[in-house]
């Protein structure tokens, strides 16, 4: 069965009491009797009922080290409601505000909690200012590690052959297995997380994760992070610009030693076959002016552009801020339409001469490409659902600031090297998301399967509500605001209200809560529906839902009429629609759940508050129950959304045949 079954409550309570109803923890650290008018601001997790960020004066004793920051998350077990494990200390940065960061994580019988992040934030008197991340309160606390029963060389082959991958396999970067507790359809279970990069039989940045007990694979995406999902921009515009080289032997090499890093910025090229990084580009008199070497050019100095954008704005010192060099190859494939950012390097296609013009060609996709590298590097945004919009979105953010700090200010992503044959259009527009087919709404958000849940498409609102942003503040300061929240407040699990909550954060950081900056990032987020409740359609309810209030047994829509279809939608994170109709005994009862716009469930229960029937498919597939009545009476119709599942732009169907 794919979820344990909402419980429902007992009749005797059931029409003074609403369904579904979390009741939540009490903060009591944040404020003593004498100031207790100073609040902590909280962002409330509605489906494990804990906070995911909260803000104010929340610490007694000073925070002075990583002892203190994790004996503050102890006496504080009453906010998080932990009743198992404990945190481990994993980084430690100051800022340049000389706030401390402590990102911290959870961890069970020594095994880490997948994506439970929590950062304790700590400002320059040692006082806990904002605590945020995710973690898991419910997880038991036992020996998980008598259940692991692969190592983790056996987890890479399981998921080597999951993906069907040759034996003779080359990888770009040796696999890693790493082992996690991981909750597979709401089972806890010890996984390998196994990661495989390679570039054939396709580019590939594969997340595999494997049972340690049996060596199923329960969950596996692919991370390659695509710049050009569609298409972008033009073909190298003749302009010649200066380049730092390096002489060798008698040849120099596209090489530069000039920046501030550990590192340095090398281009190749990959002469139209696959294999990285390739050959150096290199010329005779140091005028790398042939057509051939046009593609390494614009690589070359585009690197170096966002490279000194990064640096010279933040100080900040390659990707990783460890001077790491920025490695990239032209000339991938052939006729390749895409450019992706592997893991450890920069890839670019030549395109097709229709679609696409060499890639490297614009400025704003390798600054999209590099911006993954950072995100990687610091939140490590995962690369699905609304954290993998999120990391699409960044990388627009400051693909478009790049681009502006180069002198070129434009809201169009890719325009220079897409559609080389039709001026004027590009492959994302932040200004206007729909012309692209991307939403600019939550009312709007695509609930797919596809595209490692629609991270290319569901980007589209949150760049909408940095152009509102950054229409109002300029680019300088909205880039100011976003890196603080990506480098400092946002975590690998951070949705769309997460962003909204780190990035005023970040303003209030820098600008104070009553400044216009703060309030530009509120009605930014706003005005794409997005207020700080977390869920896919923020706030909003759909005046066409003509059977609302029904979210609770007291207001069940009905009796319902036999064979007629109800349309009607799950419009928010925490909704639920009740239905009733009557039945007497020997009869049938046939109810169908269909045109599903994304992971909906339907429960029958009978007019005891019992449960008798239950239909929980995966994903849009339609639901069935077929009951047969023994007891005459009244019975209730349950439609809810599988882990928040809703849409406000497409109705379910449902349809009672009683027989």
Known sequence: MKKSVKKFIPLSLAFSMTIGVTALPMVTSAATTKDKEIQPKITWDQEKGIPDFVSGKLSKKKVKNKGDALAFLKEDNNLFKVDAGEFQVKDITTDELGMTHYRTEMTIDGISVYGSDLYVHVNKNGEVYTVNGEIEPKIENKKWSKQVKLSANEAVAKAESYLELPSSMSYTSEPTSDLYLYQDKKQWLPVYLVELQFLEPYPGREFVFVSAKDGKVVEAYNA???????????????????????????????????????????????????????????????????????????????????????????????????????????????????????????????????????????????????????????????????????????????????????????????????????????????????????????????????????????????????YNIATKIGLDKSGKIYYRALTTYLTSQSDFADARSALLQAANDLYGESSSEYTAVENGFAAVGINGSGGVGGDETPGSDNYEPNDNINNAFGPLTSGKTYQSFISTTTDEDFFKFNANSGNNVRINLSNLPDDYDVYLYNSGGSLVGSSENARTRSETINHSISQSGTYYVLVVGWNGANSVSNPYHLTVSVN
């Not at 390097?345 to 590298?373: C, K, N, R, W």
């Not at 044959?421 to 600019?440: E, F, H, I, V, W």
């Open 224 to 466: 390659i992070s695509e710049a050009a999902a569609t298409g972008t921009g033009k073909k190298s515009d003749g302009t010649t610009v200066s380049l730092n080289t390096y002489s060798s032997g008698g040849q120099f090499y596209l090489y530069d030693t000039t920046k501030p890093m550990n590192g340095v910025i090398e281009t190749y090229t990959a002469n139209n076959r696959t294999q990285l990084p390739g050959n150096y580009v290199t010329d005779n008199d140091n005028v790398f002016n042939a057509s051939a070497q046009a593609a390494a050019v614009d690589a070359h100095y585009n690197a170096g552009i966002t490279y000194d954008y990064y640096y010279n704005t933040f100080g900040r010192n390659s990707y990783d801020d460890n001077g790491s060099s920025l490695v990239s190859t032209v000339h991938y494939g052939q006729d390749y339409n895409n450019a992706f950012w592997n893991g450890s390097q920069m890839v670019y296609g030549d395109g097709d001469g229709t679609t696409f013009s060499p890639l490297s060609g614009a400025l704003d996709v390798i600054a999209h490409e590099l911006t993954h590298a950072v995100t990687e590097s610091t939140a490590n945004l995962v690369y699905q659902n609304q954290p993998g919009a999120l990391n699409e979105s960044m990388s627009d953010v400051f693909g478009t600031i790049v681009e502006a700090y180069d002198g070129d200010m434009d809201w169009l992503m890719g325009e220079d090297v897409y559609t080389p044959g039709t001026r004027g259009d590009g492959l994302r527009s932040m200004k206007d998301p729909t012309l692209y087919n991307q939403p600019a709404h939550m009312n709007n958000y695509v609930n797919t399967t596809a595209d490692n849940g629609g991270v290319h498409t569901n980007s589209g609102i949150p760049n909408k509500a940095f």
